[in-house]
């Protein structure tokens, strides 16, 4: 089955700690990107990559890292800057950034730091 | 900076009846509109997207309908049913390279039996 897989679904941690949170496609999609959902705000961009080797901040970047070292993989680590890193973290991709180019998601990891 | 405006947060609905959820944007650079359909714990899914040259979209019960001039789109869903029961987003995507979405915030439907 192709599609976007997440792992793992709930993820907790302590205070202070990086985590990284793992994206793995097998669409063969150029672009991949990460986001954040908290309740009542819908979902916003924190780092996206059009290609290997190379990455973008998006919208809420500060206190997160990514690397983009293979195609088909895309790990998000939310490290111990991030302010208020509980919430479900949603990974998606494209097959290249064109119009209309649809963003498939992955089922998300919930991240409940404490 | 809230750049796509979504309402209403909540909305319910009986079997049958007309769900309507309306978005605005600021921004004329967007040239995509997408709408997400999401089930709790999982991830959104592409149910209907329009461009700004098209005035309305409709597949199956679902129909978008866009103002480009009040930089305005709305999602009806026709003849709704409990299994429509999610959170829709609206989207707004812009030109250049990077063609990022921008999502409104959400409304969760709720539609009764």
């Known amino acids: 089955d192709g599609g976007i897989t997440q792992s793992p679904k709930y993820l907790f941690r302590k205070e202070g700690q990086n985590v990284t949170l793992s994206c793995e496609q097998n669409l063969n999609h150029d672009a991949m990107y990460w986001y954040r959902q908290d309740p009542g705000q819908g979902l916003r961009l924190i780092y996206y990559s059009q290609i290997v080797n190379d990455f973008q901040k998006g919208d809420i970047a500060e206190g997160y890292s990514v690397s983009r070292e293979k195609k088909e993989s895309f790990p998000l680590t939310v490290t111990s800057a991030q302010k208020n890193p509980t919430a479900f973290y949603l990974c998606?991709?494209?097959?290249?950034?064109?119009?209309?180019?649809?963003?498939?998601f992955g089922p998300g990891t919930r991240l409940t730091v404490t | 900076q809230q750049q796509v405006k979504q309402s209403p947060q909540s909305l319910i609905v009986q079997k049958g009846g007309i769900s309507i959820i309306n978005c605005a944007y600021e921004n004329t650079a967007f040239d995509y509109f997408p709408w997400y359909q999401q089930f709790p714990g999982k991830g959104p899914a592409l149910l209907i997207a329009i461009r700004p040259d098209v005035s309305e979209k409709k597949e199956g019960r679902f129909t978008i309908s866009f103002n480009k001039s009040a930089k305005q789109f709305s999602l009806h869903i026709m003849d709704s049913q409990p299994g429509d029961s999610a959170t829709y987003f609206c989207a707004a995507q812009k030109g250049g390279s990077a063609r990022q979405l921008t999502f409104g915030s959400g409304t969760q439907l709720t539609v009764l039996p």
């Open positions: 998606a991709s494209s097959i290249q950034p064109g119009q209309g180019s649809e963003q498939y």
